[in-house]
């Protein structure tokens, strides 16, 4: 009787999962639902994993028919539950070994395609969430290996999802979907933009060691790249002015520094004094040269970079604008004292005024005196530099606006820096007068000739 009593039981058990069953192959998604809802009902057969399993079906079935979706506002959480109560229930999945994933890849499909049409309507958050539930069912369908696919996870599921986040102003989400992609080293053109944007969002966060790491990423997969412009706008926002200045000196002394990276700290150090208002003058003079130093190894590494070249010419300039200012000031100071020295006729006074104005001249004339060499060797060094800027910019034929910019600027410098020798040589040297002169004409008569 015991016997008879369970197969009965079995039996009945079998026969509602069979109207269940049928409904669903019949499409008759409601009718089933019904059916299923019965069964659960009974407390006997509700916490069968079979019960639950097609529970599952079901509710999936309803939540990826459009009409009934709508017809049933809760069909996501009542799909979403009855997955995770099978789940709970077969945990080792042999219900969908033996009859099918259909409720995995039901909420798949369906998740994605809502995020589909809420990424086309612009609805970011919307999107984001689709695409995440798309993931999070993805995820189950490719590590049991239920797809014929061998990929580890749905890839454009995570894309479109770090792209929505992206798009709704949520970056730490957008990074975090972008890194799981990242960290298994997907490539090529189209996610090369995955590695850039976690290298600007982990220089935003100051997250050194993430930086560092998907940095190393971005070059070991994309090594034609210049990942060295994020790697300096890191170190620019994030490190001291000090702190930089080591780390040039560090790297400068290894001689793993390219041409590039040379240019970029000559920015840095270039600019320093903009983004220190309070930076003294002696800092200032260091970090321009500094700068100079680097933009002379940039030119080392390649000889026919104009622009490098120039911004060392620039330098030297302006720190012989200094020196000159200087001495030009000396002058106008010693003919102002000059200028209130009254006129003696008595020799005794005559000499005793001479001696005390002498006194408040020399101090003058001593300064300009030790100016005098750095002002000349400033001048000069700016001159050899200006000169290989127009050597290189004047043969080329097919110069850019930007490089028409910097001839133009260097011609005038240069104009500038002979008139200047030709000057201080007036009635002095006349062979050197006649030089300077000759070589001022040259570049006083290419102003503004480059377009």
Not at 299 to 305: H, L, T
Request: glycine share 4%; with cysteine.
């Amino acid at each position: 009787m015991i016997a008879l009593l369970a197969c009965s039981l079995q039996l009945v058990h079998a026969q509602d999962l069979k109207k269940v069953q049928t409904n669903y192959l019949l499409t008759k998604i409601e009718d089933a639902k019904t059916e299923i809802d019965k069964v659960m009902a009974d407390p006997k057969l509700e916490g069968k994993p079979e019960a639950k399993y097609w529970k599952a079906k079901v509710y999936t079935a309803i939540f990826k028919d459009k009409a009934l979706r709508a017809k049933y506002p809760n069909s996501l959480k009542d799909a979403e539950d009855a997955i995770n109560a099978y789940i709970a229930a077969d945990p080792q999945f042999a219900l969908i070994k033996q009859l099918g994933a259909e409720p995995f890849f039901d909420m798949y499909a369906t998740s994605y395609t809502m995020g589909v049409e809420s990424f086309n309507a612009k609805k970011w958050e919307e999107a984001a969430t689709n695409f995440g539930l798309s993931v999070h069912y993805s995820d189950f369908i490719f590590q049991n290996k239920w797809s014929s696919s061998t990929q580890p996870f749905d890839t454009t599921s995570i894309l479109y999802q770090g792209y929505s986040y992206q798009n709704a102003q949520k970056p730490d989400l957008a990074a975090k979907s972008y890194a799981r992609l990242a960290d298994s080293k997907v490539v090529g053109t189209q996610f090369m933009e995955i590695y850039k944007f976690l290298l600007n969002h982990y220089t935003i966060v100051k997250d050194e060691a993430n930086f560092n790491k998907y940095l190393a990423l971005a070059k070991e997969l994309y090594p034609k790249e210049a990942w060295e412009e994020f790697e300096i706008d890191y170190m620019d926002q994030n490190l001291t002015l000090e702190q930089k200045a080591a780390l040039y000196d560090k790297e400068d002394a290894a001689g793993t520094m390219s041409e590039m990276k040379y240019l970029q700290f000559g920015d840095i150090f270039v600019n320093a004094k903009n983004k220190d208002k309070d930076m003294d003058s002696l800092h200032q003079s260091m970090y321009a040269l500094k700068a100079a130093d680097a933009f002379k190894k940039a030119y080392g590494k390649n000889n026919q970079n104009a622009i490098a070249a120039f911004n060392v010419g620039v330098i030297y300039y302006n720190v012989y604008g200094q020196y000159d200012d200087i001495y030009a000031g000396n002058i106008r100071a010693m003919r102002a004292i000059n200028a209130e020295k009254p006129v003696e006729k008595d020799p005794k006074k005559k000499a005793a005024t001479e001696a005390l104005y002498k006194q408040k001249t020399d101090p003058y004339l001593k300064a300009n005196a030790d100016i005098e060499k750095p002002l000349m060797e400033n001048l000069n060094t700016s001159l050899e530099w200006l000169e290989k800027t127009f050597a290189i910019l004047n043969a080329k034929t097919d110069r850019n606006h930007t490089e028409n910019s910097v001839l133009n600027k260097t011609v005038d410098f240069l104009a500038n820096l002979y008139a200047y020798k030709r000057d201080r040589n007036r009635g002095k040297d006349a062979k050197l007068f006649d030089e300077y002169d000759a070589k001022f004409k040259v570049y006083d008569g290419l102003h503004d000739k480059f377009n």
